[in-house]
Each structure stands twice: as structure tokens, then as C-alpha cells.
């Protein structure tokens, strides 16, 4: 992850306007405490302008004169700031007496979403946890947003939101744990891709964390010695193959008592924009850029991959892009069931299906929707997000259609950071409906 050393000396100077809308500056606030929670010299240096947002979303926070960064002091140094733009507030922080020879200064920030990011300067292995821990860790480049080739499929890594394992997940490196728990003791596992992953919260705002606080509170409430452990396997560009891969290489052995398959956004969308023969004769669907690392790895630059120009065009039919989504979960649900554990079907939502966005919501979709190859598959897919949903109805299982469920927020409530993301908020109602459902399974109702 990327981190603050704790034994730095750090200065976190803030630049948020007073008009920052509200759910960004919560955000940004927790971040903060997240962030430099542990930091055992911690300086907070603000513009006059910045002072008012302080005193309202962070006021037991000591604000110290910007002329304190002149010292020689400081080790690292922290920018929250919240927008891209790069005309911000830089306090003189270059010590007066500065030699070849004192150690450089570390530069982060902390952007909207809370995120903790090098500044001015490429990722190292400061930054990145585990980013040399195994050889194709090794032999990727360190990035700090990006796939990277692995035998089965790819992993990707995303430092900055708080620890990952070795191979980009969300849980501990150490899982052997699980393997002999007491029976009490329930494992929850939980797939998906990036909004599975929860990209834009921090670990104690994950749905899965949330889910885990749910059940055990509930537990406890009712007088169950029951107590339960939820963990996030969930990774960026993830359709279901890549979920039942992951299952098979990771947690098989483990024995977990239940799986939640948190999907459907990129099976659709993917599956609508690759080529629709591997639909039709493989029956799964794939990342458009992997097509990219094709010609790459055999020198075929030259030759046309299956979108030829943007924005991309849907190619594939409905009945194929859902008929792959559909047969392959019902090939990982039988294979979680033959290794004892219960399958919760899950629909993710997507801001498509709500039923009023938050004025910060439309800004943020607006603004993604321009830069983005797949706009147009986004929009037509609206069809098929509404006929899964149609068709999960249908299904006598253990299921939560979360698309449905979101439909009934409208402009009070920001939910969505881009189209499919969520926002904190957006993550504490997934959490809360699974966990209800793993509830009621368990007999906690």
C-alpha cells in the first residue's frame, strides 16, 4: 500500500476551497485520518482561504503557519487536493540551509477520493507494497494504476486505498488461518471487479467491511456465538472467469461457508464490445485490452484488433452477452456448492438504473462519459442490465439484486463517483443487503 512512514517528519497541507461539495470533503477529511493515522510528527499547514473548510469537517485539527516549512524538518510532505487542476497552493517548503546531502524530501497527495499518491515522482517499493514480493510482481512495471500479465489471466495494482496483498486483493497476505476455523466461525468471500473491489473507499468503508460489522453486530445482538469474516476479492476489469480463477487458484482450501459473486457490469459491457465469435463458440467474455497485450507479445502491432476506432461499437447480441454471464455463474455457484459453501447470486448496480442523480453524481458521469471508448456500449447496454435483473427475479436462489435496489434513490443520496463506482455511502448499502441476506441464511433474523 502506499503509506507515510510513521517515523517521518511529515507536513500535510491542505488546499480545499471553502465551496468543495459536501460528500467530496467527508471523503477527504477521512482520508486524512486514515492516512496519517500512526504519523508520529504530523504538521498541518493551511492558506488563509483553506481555514474556514478545516474548522468545519476537521476541528480538533491544530492549523501551524505555513513559515514552519522553511525549517529542516520535514521528511514528507502531503498536498490534499482535491481537483486535478494544477494551479494550487505550494507553501515554501525548501529549507533555506538545503545541502546535496540532505535526504530528499517524499512528496504525496491526497486526491477526492482519498486516495494517497506519490507526487511529482514515479511509484517504488516505498510506495507500493509487495510490488517486488513474486516474479511477475517483479516484471511489471511499477505503475501504480495498471494490469499486469500473471500465468492465469492478469493481476493489476492499485496502492493508495489502503493494504493489498501480493497479488492485488484487498485481504491479508496470510490466509492459512481460515483453513481449520472453528465451526462458529463463518468465512464470507466476495468477488466482482473494480466496484467490487471498492475503489474509491477506504478499508473500514468497503462493503465487505461492512457486511462483516453488520453480522457480527447482529450476532452478538441476538446472543450467537457466531461470529463472521468477510473478505474483498474483488479486482479491477473482473468478469465471472476471472472470479471462478481466482477461487480455484486462492480459496478453495480454504473452505469458505459462503461466496458472494458481486457482477455484471463488466461480463455486459466487455462482453458487448470483444469479438463476438468467442461469445458464440467459447462462451466467455474478456478485457478489451488483452488484446492490445496480444500484439505485444507477438509483434503484430499492425494488425487490427476487433474495435477499430472510438467510441467502440457494440457487436455482440443480448442473448449471447447474457446467456455467457448467466452459464458462468452457474458454473462457479456449482462449484462453490460441491465444495459445501453457499452461493449468493448478486446484480451490482449502476447509476443508469437510478432514479434521480445527485447533482455531484451527473457532474462526475458527465465529465467520465467523455472520456471514455465504451460510452455508447454503456448506453446501449441499458437493455440487458434490465433484462438480468428480469431474469435473476426469476431464480429460486440466494440472491440480491442490487440494481433494483439502487433504483430507488434519487437526488438526495450520492452513490455513484462514475457510472458503475460507488461513493462510501453507495458501498454501505451493498454491504448492508448482503449482509441481510447472509442473515437470514444463518437464521439471524
Known sequence: MTQLNSKARTAVIFNPPADIPSPTSRQIA????FHTTGVNSLTVVAQVE???WIENYLPDIAIEDPGVLRSNNFESIVFVHPFKDPKFYIPPFEPSGWRPS??????????????LLPAGREYDDQDAENMDAHIFNRLSKPEGEAFYYFPYGYLFRYPGVGPTNQFGFRVPDDLSGFKNRDPEHKL???YGGSAGFSMFTLPHQMYTSVMEGSLNKKALELGSRLRF???NFGQHGNVVMNSI????LFNFHLKPDFIVAHDGWNDIIYGMAQDPRLLKCGNFAYQNNLEGWSQILHGTQELQQTQTRTPFRPLSAAPAVLGQYFTRKRQFESMVRANGAQFIWGLQPNSYNKRHLHPLEATNIEAHEKNIPFVDVYRQAIPL???ASGQLDKMDVP???LYKEFGKYGKDDYLFVDPVHLSPDGDEIVGRNYADVIAKLCGLN
Do not use: E, H
Not at 103 to 108: A, K, L, N, Q, S
Open 30 to 33: 477521512d482520508a486524512f485520518r
Open 50 to 52: 483553506a481555514v474556514p
Open 102 to 115: 540532505t535526504p530528499r524530501i517524499r512528496f504525496y497527495a491526497i486526491d477526492a477520493n482519498g486516495r
Open 188 to 190: 464470507v468471500l466476495c
Open 229 to 231: 469474516t468477510v473478505l
Open 245 to 248: 480463477l481466482t477461487y480455484v
Open 385 to 387: 442490465f434490465q433484462r
Open 399 to 401: 440472491k440480491m439484486d
